[in-house]
């Protein structure tokens, strides 16, 4: 007869053994239109039991993330993929603030007005270019070409691609400060300037 050895099951630890944390966001402007809970101060306090990033955090309140343009974490700057993990004091502006400081830190790109669109889009291109807007197209350009002209002439890139819309693909570009968008994206953009005064 076999005999089975009792061995000791290693647990994760659950979630009621992490520390609860405090953060209270202070959302600055018109941001303050967007927040599920109706506060005139702007100021909402949460309490965490893990490590969550910032975006999510901000979201939650319901917040949409291309609303905001600078997160102050403890008065220094950080980008929507900081994890929260103790407590801390977080100020959201938007893309309008009248906030003048770490104008370099921000973290949507406004004002787009040069682009690369990629081999399927001949129409919107020529669109764009009736429009104003400078865009550089070839029908013929690959993937490692359009990235290229995209960082080195600082362009948004335009395309239906999906392996260039894929997460790791848009965040490398981020990382660069350049932007890669679908049509969708870019009616809301346009959208966006438009409405600037």
């Known amino acids: ?3 089975h050895l009792s061995m000791p099951t290693p647990t994760q630890k659950s979630r009621s053994d992490v520390s609860v944390f405090r953060v ?9 239109f967007f927040l ?3 506060t005139s101060s702007g100021i909402i306090d949460r309490n965490l039991g893990e490590k969550t990033s ?9 917040i949409p993330h291309p609303e905001v343009d600078l997160i102050l974490l403890n008065k220094e700057p950080v980008d929507f993929s900081y994890p929260i993990a103790k407590d801390a004091d977080i100020d959201v502006y938007p893309v309008q603030s009248r906030y003048l400081l770490f104008t370099e830190k921000r973290l949507q790109v406004r004002s787009i007005e040069r682009f690369v669109a990629d081999g399927h889009l001949g129409t919107l291109a020529r ?3 009736l429009l104003g807007f400078d865009v550089a197209y070839d029908r013929q350009a690959q993937d490692r070409q359009l990235l290229s002209v995209m960082e080195r002439e ?4 335009l395309t239906r691609d999906r392996h260039l819309l894929r997460p790791p693909v848009v965040a490398y570009c981020e990382q660069r400060g350049v932007r ?3 049509e969708i994206e870019l009616l809301e953009e346009l959208r966006k300037m438009e409405s600037k005064p």
Do not use: P, Q
Request: charged share 40%; aromatic share 2%.
């Open 154 to 157: 600082d362009r948004a890139l």
């Open 127 to 129: 669109n764009l270019r």
């Open 24 to 32: 209270r966001l202070k959302f600055h402007d018109d941001l303050t």
């Open 180 to 182: 890669v968008m679908n």
């Open 36 to 38: 599920k809970s109706k």
């Open 54 to 62: 910032v975006k999510d955090v901000i979201e939650s309140c319901g």
């Open 1 to 3: 007869m076999a005999r």
